[in-house]
T-cell receptor
Framework: ETGVTQTPRHLVMGMTNKKSLKCEQH?????MYWYKQSAKKPLELMFV???????ENNSVPSRFSPECPNSSHLFLHLHTLQPEDSALYLC??????????????FGSGTRLTVV | KQEVTQIPAALSVPEGENLVLNCSFT??????LQWFRQDPGKGLTSLLL?????REQTSGRLNASLDKSSGRSTLYIAASQPGDSATYLC?????????????FGKGTKLTVNP
């Protein structure tokens, strides 16, 4: 375990469903991120939270809605998804967002399949 | 545009061989570069982090080098083992205005055959 925990590990949902992905870290990090990993593509940054405030939204469709209630928890709320949204969703954290010299810690990901 | 390229996309070697994975990036204005390992369907595990002021980092059988001026990094794996089979990702933290941006390569899928 890396210290960043994601649940569930696997999720299958219909296009009309509403579900949420959860990410939790107790590393004392202040920045958290959602990434999407599709087949044969580089990781795509979706959202960045720094000190519980959303500081970056990389043109992500509104059917993805992030929430960061505190510095240890990050959620990604999903609704009316499309089959092309099927991917591995990875959560990461770092000490601070603009960390000079600090790396990222990733969770194991949630494998999402939209049917 | 800041991009990270990894070559080759896939590599298959016999056990015991020493090997080199390559990462190139388009902009020398970087904070650091990080190598990750990803097992199938799993998250990323950090292997090595090289600061922009450093030339290399070592951890066990792994050695990562950084040449900012040429926009290249290599990950050297000594005496490869079947357990090293995974996808290796290079991520570069670029300077972007007053902030930073982490850009990933597509990875190199390594298979070490017993």
């Amino acid at each position: 375990e890396t210290g960043v925990t994601q649940t569930p590990r696997h999720l299958v949902m219909g296009m009309t469903n509403k579900k949420s992905l959860k990410c939790e870290q107790h590393l004392g990090h202040n920045a958290m991120y959602w990434y999407k990993q599709s087949a044969k593509k580089p990781l795509e940054l979706m959202f960045v939270y720094s000190l519980e405030e959303r500081v970056e939204n990389n043109s992500v469709p509104s059917r993805f809605s992030p929430e960061c209630p505190n510095s240890s928890h990050l959620f990604l709320h999903l609704h009316t998804l499309q089959p092309e949204d099927s991917a591995l969703y990875l959560c990461a954290s770092s000490l601070f967002r603009d960390t000079l010299g600090y790396g990222y810690t990733f969770g194991s990901g949630t494998r999402l399949t939209v049917v | 545009k800041q991009e990270v390229t990894q070559i080759p996309a896939a590599l298959s070697v016999p056990e015991g061989e020493n090997l080199v994975l390559n990462c190139s990036f388009t902009d020398s204005a970087i904070y650091n570069l990080q190598w990750f390992r990803q097992d199938p369907g799993k998250g990323l595990t950090s292997l090595l982090l090289i600061q922009s002021s450093q030339r290399e980092q070592t951890s066990g059988r792994l050695n990562a080098s950084l040449d900012k001026s040429s926009g290249r990094s290599t990950l050297y794996i000594a005496a490869s083992q079947p357990g090293d089979s995974a996808t290796y990702l290079c991520a570069v933290r670029f300077l972007q205005g007053g902030s930073e941006k982490l850009v990933f390569g597509k990875g190199t899928k390594l298979t070490v055959n017993p």
